[in-house]
């Protein structure tokens, strides 16, 4: 039986050893842009000369991840971008929480706590509302063009798609 409400993981166990890490939700946010993962970690880190090992990269997207089984499909949207939405993330924190993330102390708020608080923001912030915008798959023309307004950067709009496909027919 597990218990509900663990203790939060402070470490990560590789290879039989136990390595501190940085539990702080600012550092696991800016994860997808680091370019050295032995920041993650206080002190020795599970690196060889720079390197880790699949079962240490495995260890940290599972922490990553709060220990969730993650589907990996290529048809899903991503819906948000910690980078781009910074000031959203921001504003529904303060809207729901009354919690100001920019005057947190350093590991205040562990990263699972803070993304449980992040998959519980209520609907009513502007966050929510446009994670909803953003993930519509319907008909509607006005919706679609307001998914287009919000889409994430480096995403094409329908046009864009529609427009590209044909160049590449005609190109090809």
């Not at 370019?35 to 002190?43: A, H, I, M």
């Not at 499909?73 to 929480?97: M, W």
Request: with cysteine.
């Amino acid at each position: 039986m597990q218990l509900p409400f663990r203790r939060l993981p402070k470490s990560l166990t590789i290879d039989d050893v136990e390595y501190p890490m940085r539990t702080d939700f600012r550092f696991w946010l800016a994860l997808p842009e680091l370019e050295d993962l032995s920041v993650l970690f206080l002190g020795k880190n599970p690196s060889f000369m720079g390197y880790f090992s699949s079962e240490a990269i495995e260890k940290i997207v599972e922490f990553y991840h709060c220990g969730k089984e993650v589907e990996q499909n290529e048809s899903s949207v991503n819906v948000l971008d910690f980078k781009v939405d910074e000031n959203l993330i921001y504003a529904a924190f303060k809207q729901s929480y009354n919690m100001d993330l920019y005057d947190l102390e350093t590991d205040e708020l562990h990263w699972h706590k803070f993304k449980a608080l992040l998959d519980g923001l209520p609907p009513n912030t502007a966050l929510s509302k446009v994670i909803e915008i953003r993930a519509y798959d319907g008909d509607d023309p006005d919706y679609k063009k307001l998914r287009d307004k919000f889409a994430l950067p480096g995403k094409l709009t329908e046009e864009q798609e529609v427009a590209g496909k044909k160049f590449d027919e005609v190109f090809k």
